[in-house]
């Protein structure tokens, strides 16, 4: 019965967004432009270093990660900094507050439907489209696999993060300002918009150490990475887990203590 | 008849940071230790039974929303102690969830761009109703209201009017024991609001609601309520049958008369002549709040012969809405 709470959830999401369907051009063009300006910003880097290879990537190779970071970016973003935001600011917390279903939960599944969509009509159309034109960069192989689970728990850490940043918001109530920081540092952080390979050593060794990485960095390492041997795929998949674990048990515990906040002193 | 609310001497008290004015004032509020209690909830005990409708009132800012977040769960109260279906709400939020329905009015718990028989499908399956209950629901909806036209039509589409309605079936959907109705009928057009009192009467006859309402509008409280709660600045002021409140101002009768002349000018003369009663003018009558245990209406109505014509004259029961603005008033002795 539990399950089919979250499934029905996810049906009506599916239905939502199927309603806008303006909004999904709008994305996939928006998409498309994006993809432009990081092809030529980056073919001038390459450019302007002389050199064929760089910080042991070619020019092709960041152009793959970079468009399939953009593609993921579309598909597990779900604005719940901006929703919770909402929510807080109007009032109707309330209401969902007043579901029989625990919020974090009710919030995530709805959401859910959202990616069922964005998956098949962004980003399973580019991963054909750039495995096709690059003709053999994307191995079929066990990589697959490991993306997929991979690719569920970056979900899963991304989620916790922005439902912590978007328990922020009851604090301050405001969204705009916290929502633009946390986007830049997460997409910064994560290896989405400049590949990590790139990042200084220092900073390097620091964002490992950070959940961020395991959000667009290691699905896109499982998926691209050449014979990539099976303990070092574990380990990847091993500290996504445990990053899953952590998020999860922080942003519950952050939220319980904030919403014990709100019932003592009124929101 | 079982208790489903037991609220005893709760009261709720905000912190509320003192701000200052200007543009000097909000910067020094940025680092302000400066609070101040307010309480918006001082005192309320009161009892209530499986399948009673209540009205409870109070002017705008007098805690009314507050006790109803404290019964829901939404806030903790200060002190007291509020047992909601055998439950404390605000330890069992989300259990206590499954068996109230809130409608906060202008507010919806609707997904807005779903047709609205996919809301409620969602609803069925996020409280977990069988499908018999709800084939059952629906059937007593379609024999109530004409649901047709509305269910498959998405909810931002939707006046004003359909989205309350909608909500309101959507609260009742899971068939709970208490519904709590805030406001419900704000903003409504005369058809749908008795519409809404009709729908509200047949599921609480039906289905044996609890149903408390808050309500700014007499004729809900006329239409729905057998027992009202007066609530004023956090106060309890007043808890028990309409009835009981009609016999206790049951001496005040208005005198409605029509006169010559201007009739706002003539409330002026008539206020001065009789000084003791309330007099009040419109475009049409000359109204005269008469408490007849100081004096006789046909008396008063003798003296105002003396000095002018009267060309027409009405005598009125007091109405609710004039008792109720002489408790905000006033206050019950």
């Known amino acids: 019965m539990n399950l089919k709470r979250r499934l029905s959830l996810t049906r009506a999401g599916i239905i939502e967004s199927l309603q806008f369907r303006l909004s999904m051009l709008i994305i996939f063009v928006g998409n498309l432009l994006y993809l432009i300006v990081i092809y030529f910003l980056w073919k001038a880097i390459y450019a302007s270093s002389g050199q064929e290879v760089v910080n042991g990537m070619t020019f092709s190779d960041t152009l793959i990660y970079l468009v399939l970071a953009s593609a993921i970016f579309n598909f597990i973003e779900m604005y719940t900094v901006w929703e919770m935001g909402r929510a807080i600011q109007s009032g109707n917390m309330v209401l969902n507050l007043l579901k029989p279903m625990e919020y974090r939960k009710y919030l995530f599944w709805s959401f859910s439907g959202t990616f069922v969509t964005q998956f098949f009509f962004t980003f399973l159309p580019t991963f054909i489209i750039v495995a096709i034109v690059t003709n053999g960069a994307i191995q079929f192989g066990f990589n697959l696999l490991y993306f997929v689970i991979s690719i569920v728990m970056a979900i899963v850490i991304n989620y916790n993060i922005d439902f912590f940043v978007g328990t922020i918001c009851l604090y301050t109530e405001s969204i705009w300002g916290i929502n633009i920081m946390k986007q830049v540092l997460v997409l910064l952080l994560s290896g989405a918009t400049v590949p990590i390979a790139f990042f200084p050593e220092t900073f390097k060794k620091i964002v490992y150490c950070l959940p961020f990485q395991s959000i667009y960095n290691a699905p896109l390492s499982l998926l691209l990475g050449k014979d990539m041997p099976v303990s070092e795929a574990m380990t990847t998949l091993g500290i996504q887990l445990l990053w899953c674990v952590v998020m999860m048990i922080l942003s519950r515990l952050f939220w319980k203590s904030s919403l014990k906040q709100i019932t003592v002193n009124g929101g | ?333």
């Open chain 2, 1 to 333: 008849m079982s208790t489903v609310i037991e609220i005893k001497n709760v009261s709720k008290e905000f912190k509320v940071l003192n701000r200052r004015e200007g543009l000097k004032g909000s910067i020094k509020d940025l680092f302000s230790r400066d609070y101040k209690i307010v309480k918006a909830v001082d005192d309320i005990s009161m009892t209530i039974d499986q399948g009673e409708i209540v009205g409870y009132l109070g002017p705008n800012g007098a805690g009314k929303s507050t006790t109803i977040k404290m019964m829901t769960g939404v806030l903790e109260p200060s002190s007291g102690e509020i047992i909601v279906n055998g439950r404390v709400p605000y330890k069992n939020r989300t259990l206590n969830a499954a068996e109230i329905g809130v409608v906060f009015g202008q507010r919806s718990q609707l997904w807005w761009a779903l047709p609205l028989i996919e809301s409620f499908k969602l609803l069925k399956d996020i409280y977990g109703i069988s499908d018999a209950d709800y084939k059952n629901m629906m059937d007593f909806y379609q024999s109530q209201v004409d649901i047709e036209p509305i269910l498959h039509k998405p909810v931002r589409q939707m006046s004003l009017g359909q989205r309350t309605l909608s909500d309101i079936l959507a609260a009742f959907l899971h068939n709970p024991r208490i519904v709590f109705l805030d406001e419900p009928t704000i903003g409504l057009d005369v058809s749908m609001k008795s519409k809404i009192r009709t729908l509200i009467h047949a599921l609480n006859k039906e289905k044996n609601t609890t149903v408390i309402l808050t309500t700014h509008d007499m004729g809900d409280v006329d239409a729905l309520c057998r027992r009202i709660v007066i609530i004023d600045k956090g106060k309890m002021l007043y808890d028990n049958d309409m009835e009981h409140l009609k016999n206790f101002f049951g001496s005040y009768r208005t005198l409605k008369v029509r006169v010559k002349g201007d009739l706002k000018a003539e409330a002026e003369v008539i206020g001065k002549e009789l000084s003791e009663f309330q007099v009040t003018a419109d475009d049409e009558w000359i109204s005269i709040l008469v408490d007849e245990d100081k004096r006789k209406v046909i008396d008063v109505l003798g003296q105002l012969q003396q000095a002018r014509q009267i060309r027409d004259m009405q005598l009125e029961e007091i109405s609710t809405e004039d008792v109720i603005k002489k408790i905000y008033e006033e206050g019950v002795q």
